[in-house]
């Protein structure tokens, strides 16, 4: 008989289906071709000799010849600098103009130097430029919430192989995660306690998803997984918002995201995957309510009809599975 | 510059991307290959000769030897009917046992008979079958919510090509499902007037979003699309529920369906695509502020990290374009 879990930040019900379960290494079918071969392709955008393919940039780390990440801002931004955010509708139609900003990072000059296998030292600077760049993003009063993220692969939603994340700053707070804080707040005004802290805090007395844990952070598979191998990092410190993350933090996240990363490549063969810093809106950094965190979803099934017409998830594996299997 | 528009029925943002937009045409490139050819296949569980390999039917139309229309329960169900629907927990992880319907609706006995090609008289029975399994399912005083759904193509989540529909019965209303009803509650409270209606009532006065138009239903391309060609069949009679379809309402949705579907298949040259019956749950059957409706979703474009992340879409082709494309 299957199971149906509830996801406490969402009220999301996941419907854990053990009938069409199978083993965790059976996960590993899906995913894009990937050049593996030189860390140098001439036609790619981001490679070093091609400066000149994207627009100027907004920061160089490294000299400028030799430079070692590199922030552009992108070529087919999904918004831009331009116009403003007044809102205006027309019947039940609202809109705004697409003001806010799209910025690529490019995580090394290597073409095929994928993230679990750079130096924790080059892991640790990205980190501090994801950092920059959200207090350099959020110069602009206009700009309420910054979304970092990363797609590695065609089924993750990238056709670009060399290694970069994406950075969009957005004018709008979406009910997606108006909806988050709102829960968060409710338990913490019920309870006293914060929702995330107290799951996490939850997690490592049940002990059987957690793949991982250093001095500062855990990565484990949640409780509610609505994906297989759906891995969460979460902060032991309280903290809202990515943006205050210290350099001793850095240090040791570095270390856990290389290995979290690098088991789920071992453990499912390099999978397509999605990785996203989920940080409080701008205005709402400093809330005892909400703790910042990175979630990393492979793209190991597909979304279909059920899950875009219900918002139920089915998910084929159970996280205590998945967990084991990459602590191995 | 791109656009935000607001999905009125959900609040969320969708980011019209005309910097990275694309000709409606050049969209037809993403879908999985297709068996086209023979009308039988030995191998698949949903032909005819292969009946041992479903579980018994629980309703066939036609001869039990010379079948129309068959349904099944699903062999690997999310849900099934044992158990119960008492919810437990430990800690903050609430969890409830699989209770529940999965059924396939097998459409045709011919493995190559897509429904924009059915006669109509067949989509009809159809229909009504759908009809019939709703009523049959919501026997079960358990059952909370009936999502119908469809998913052709493997981009689309199914690796069985034989014609299906798929039904779940669920215990649990989800969330995605409750914000719905409450965004057109309070809009109903505040205006008089059912959301849905007065949306497509907008729509047929704008008139450039309209794919087609019958004497009782609607098929248009919303202004806030969350996808490219994403596509919603409204009926332009009020009822909250499909449970509530007439005879003459389906006579009139085949040919509406059939039409869109096969503008789509033309369009796109057989795009995969997810259909979703959309409906309230079970104990709002008769409500004056919600609408039921069917949603088609071509599968052309990978949900991404940034869609993930913040459940703002970005959306590569303006729906006015799409909807003008589809009516050519």
Redesign the interface.
């Known amino acids: ?6 996801d ?1 930040t ?4 996941i ?3 053990t ?2 379960s199978v083993r965790p290494h059976e996960l590993n079918g899906k995913k894009s071709s990937r050049h593996r071969g030189g860390d140098y392709n001439k036609e790619c955008p981001f490679c070093p000799g091609n400066e000149q393919r994207t627009p100027p940039a907004e920061a160089v780390y490294g000299d400028n010849d030799k430079w070692k990440i590199r922030v552009v801002p992108n070529k ?5 600098p ?2 403003n955010t007044s ?1 205006v509708h027309y ?8 003001y806010g900003r799209h910025e690529v990072v490019i995580e090394s000059p290597r073409h095929n130097e994928f993230l679990p296998f750079m130096e924790n030292e080059h892991i640790e600077n990205l980190l501090r430029v994801f950092r920059d760049r959200y207090h350099a993003l959020k110069e602009d009063t206009e700009v309420k ?1 910054i ?1 970092i ?3 590695h692969g ?5 056709s670009l192989e060399h290694p970069h994340t ?1 950075i ?1 700053a ?3 707070v ?4 108006r ?1 988050r804080l709102e829960i968060a707040t409710q338990h913490y005004d019920n309870t006293g306690s914060c ?1 995330y802290h ?2 996490l805090t ?1 997690e490592r ?2 002990a059987e998803r957690i793949v991982m844990e250093t001095e500062h952070f855990v990565s484990l598979h949640p ?2 997984s609505h994906y297989p191998f759906e891995t969460w990092i979460m902060p032991k410190v309280h903290k809202s918002s990515f943006g205050n993350i210290t350099e001793d933090e850095i240090r040791d996240l570095s270390v856990l995201l290389k290995s979290t990363l690098l088991k789920l490549y071992e453990g499912l063969d390099d999978p397509d995957y ?5 940080t409080s809106p701008v205005d709402d950094e400093h809330k005892s309510y909400y703790l910042w965190h990175i ?1 990393i ?1 492979p793209r190991l ?6 899950e ?5 998830y ?1 998910n084929i594996a159970l996280p205590e599975q998945t967990a084991a299997f990459l602590k191995e």
Chains 1, 2 share one sequence.
Do not use: C
């Open positions: 008989m299957s199971e149906l879990r509830q406490p969402t009220y999301d019900w419907i854990m289906a009938e069409r087919f931004p999904a918004l831009t331009e116009g809102r019947k039940l139609f609202r809109k705004t103009q697409g919430i979304i993220f990363k797609n065609e089924e993750a939603g990238t994406q969009i957005s004018p709008v979406p009910p997606f995660i909806r929702l107290e799951l939850n007395e049940v409780f509610a999605n990785l996203i810093i989920h979630q979803v099934t597909q979304m279909a009809g059920f875009l017409g219900s918002g139920i089915i």
